[in-house]
């Protein structure tokens, strides 16, 4: 029997921007997991997948199609050049679904990294990050790459489309608050409506992007040198430009607001908008008092984390 594991994520800086090959920042959030066990059956079963938390079970052989677990298990099985094994594969997940953190790309880098070990072939960082990205383009469209990146490297990523991921130092513990909207948020959607607005006035929507772009690299200096202070104005910032991309909501302003007033440093839509999370970046004495702002603003489920 083989288990593996991956973290939920957020965006710091960058959403949407990301798309056009503008920088963005994303981190791992280890609180919440995807977990794949790939446990041996007798000869002949073939490959059977289960996923009990969203009541989904079925044969490999009869994948419902563009089914993202089947795909990503067929991604793996071609890249590695085996027939189908006598598995089952259980998914459990505690990421919560179109929120924003990553839970697609989470459950298909846990399933990967699970049944390449379990084949005795495991993956290294970069071909686990191709093959999810592939999984990705399923259900996302036009993904730039960022959740694949940060989730299947587990650290603190500086991403641009189509370059070499870079990682930095934290120089300072970022403690933030996760606030979930509860409003599920279609990454797909979003992104395509974006794509539309952007048709009618690119002047307008390259120049948001190149903003948030520029805001980004601000935010790695801040970052590196610890300035927790000029981070939170920057996220404070970079919420500003979503909004004005039209990426916002009534129930995401909320959150938003009741950060700020509760003496977060800044605070921002994560992921993709309409519904999803909103980060507020917190010290360690007002975390409690963000956390519950938050919730009384109708927050569906908070998480703290710290990023090192
Ligand atoms: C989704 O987590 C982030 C977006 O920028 C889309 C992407 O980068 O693929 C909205």
Redesign the pocket.
Known sequence: MTTQSAPG?V?LF??????YGRP?I?VPVTQVQATATVQDQPRGSGCFISAPDVNHAFRLADAPDQDPLAAIVYETLTHLGAPEPDVTITLRSTIPIAS?M?SGAAVSTAIARALAEHLGRPLDADTLSALVFEV?RLH?G??????NTVITRSQPVFFV?DRLVETFAVKSPLHLIIGDTGIPSS?KD??GD?RAAREERLEHYDSLFRQIGQITVMARGAIVAGELYALGALMDGNHWLLYQLG?SSPEIERLVQAARQADALGAKL????RGGNVIALVQQDTQEAAAEAMRQAGAKNVIATIVS
Do not use: F
Request: proline share 3%; aromatic share 0%.
């Open positions: 994520k965006i960058g959403e949407h921007a990301a798309v963005a994303a924003g990553g990705e996302h036009t993904p730039s790459g960022i959740d489309k990454t979003v992104v974006v990426v994560s992921g993709a908008g």
